[in-house]
């Protein structure tokens, strides 16, 4: 790709090969794109569960993109619950779903608007559909990132976690809804959205609490493994 670009920058720009090295140029970043997103689908089957503070942690990826959200003219701000629940996820899968999420929130809304990410525990008294699975009766953290956007048609939303689709106009930034999706039930969560025009979206993710003795065993785990 470097000696492409180095071909472009000496090639005049209003001659044939110079059309035909931006299209070849064009289809490579296309290429790069897709291997991207393959890669991040690759990752997804990487499963190293460790115990992650849910509210710490997402405290601190709201802090990283406050920063850069003025550059959107949007606000970014969290609430909920301040107690330590924890949760048994790959870290880095855990910062690449959330990552996704709050990006496509910045990306998706409007000038001076305010993006929502809200932690709630809830607790499912018996089996529950929710976004394309069942959970079980048990308690769960409920993580809610919500935009004022130009929201989604009900196609799209339909449409949202089928691989390599995006709303964005570039197809292959990020890992992705899908993967984004079986990270969550690799962890025993799940998805959902709720959009419309004009309106924003709210998704929402559900990921189960991590009782005492799966802690114990995760720490055991970790603290033994090579």
Same mark, same amino acid.
């Given at each position: 790709r470097g000696k492409l670009e180095l071909e472009l920058e000496n090639t005049p720009f209003d001659t044939s090969a110079s059309g035909n090295l931006r299209q070849a140029a064009g289809r490579i970043s296309e290429?790069?794109?897709?291997?991207?997103? !393959?890669?991040?689908?690759?990752q997804v089957s990487i499963n190293e569960s460790s115990k992650i503070l849910v509210g710490e942690? !997402?405290? !601190?990826?709201?802090?990283? %993109?406050?920063?850069?959200?003025?550059?959107?003219?949007?606000?970014?701000?969290?609430?909920?619950?301040?107690?330590?629940?924890?949760i048994l996820m790959d870290k880095d899968a855990f910062l690449s779903?959330?990552?996704?999420?709050? %990006?496509?929130?910045?990306?998706?809304?409007?000038?001076?608007?305010?993006?929502?990410?809200? !932690?709630?525990?809830? $607790?499912?008294a018996g089996p529950q559909r929710v976004? $394309?699975?069942?959970?079980? %009766?048990?308690?769960?953290?409920?993580?809610?990132?919500g935009d004022e956007g130009k929201g989604m048609t009900r196609r799209q939303v339909s449409a949202a976690f089928d691989p390599f689709y995006s709303v964005t106009k570039d197809p292959g930034r990020g890992m992705g809804l899908s993967a984004v999706k079986s990270s969550l039930e690799i962890a025993g969560g799940t998805i959902d959205i709720e959009s419309a025009p004009g309106v924003g979206t709210n998704v929402?993710?559900?990921?189960?609490?991590?009782?005492e003795h799966t802690l114990k065993s995760a720490t055991t785990a970790e603290t033994y493994s090579v």
């Open positions: 290429v790069d794109k897709l291997i991207s997103r !393959l890669m991040a689908y690759a942690m !997402l405290s !601190l990826m709201v802090d990283e %993109q406050s920063a850069i959200a003025p550059l959107y003219d949007i606000k970014l701000s969290s609430t909920g619950d301040t107690h330590k629940t924890a779903v959330f990552g996704e999420l709050i %990006q496509n929130a910045v990306e998706a809304s409007n000038p001076s608007t305010l993006i929502l990410v809200s !932690l709630t525990t809830e $607790h499912l976004g $394309h699975i069942t959970l079980e %009766q048990g308690d769960y953290v409920k993580i809610v990132v929402t993710v559900f990921l189960p609490i991590a009782v």
